[in-house]
């Protein structure tokens, strides 16, 4: 019987992080698109301390990034040692060309918040998915 082959753990966690951080921009777009901002956290012309809608997009990036972050380091394990299938492969590869797609065409549009706003937002994001990305791989990678 063969021996099974791995990924080196520094690898995967690199590329689940990659892949978290990419989503999660990905998903902070599309979201901007329902009014969901984090951009609302800097606005000056509301007359409450923090809008909801901030708080809810700041909710649904982290758990888009771990969510992301463990299952691509989850299916990384198993995909080198043959035990995801080709299909399921090809299917979790469209997806992701779908969502990116979506999200760049979401992208090209004009933005509702202003552009400091806008840019601040997009650098929290960015942030954001990279710590909760990590932090589900390495979740994933000590259950394996």
């Known amino acids: 019987m063969a ?3 791995y990924f080196p753990r520094h690898i995967i966690l690199a590329a689940a992080t990659i892949f978290g951080v990419l989503l999660t ?21 509301t007359g409450v301390l923090i809008p909801a809608t901030a708080a809810i997009a700041w909710w649904v990036l982290a758990a888009a ?18 035990g995801l299938s080709v ?10 060309v779908v969502m990116l797609a979506a999200a ?7 933005s509702a918040i202003p552009t ?8 929290a994001a960015l ?5 909760m990305a990590c932090c589900g791989a390495h979740f994933a990678l000590r259950r394996v």
């Open 104 to 110: 760049g065409q979401a992208a090209s549009t004009p």
């Open 25 to 45: 921009l990905a998903v902070h777009v599309l979201i901007q698109r329902f009014n969901l901002n984090l951009g609302d956290l800097w606005r000056q012309d």
């Open 127 to 131: 942030c954001l998915g990279a710590i």
């Open 87 to 96: 299909r399921m492969r090809q299917v979790l590869i469209g997806a992701g």
């Open 116 to 123: 400091l706003a806008g840019v601040v937002a997009g650098v």
């Open 3 to 5: 021996d099974s082959t």
């Open 65 to 82: 990034a771990f969510v992301t972050g463990y299952f691509t380091a989850a299916l990384m394990g198993h995909s080198v040692s043959g």
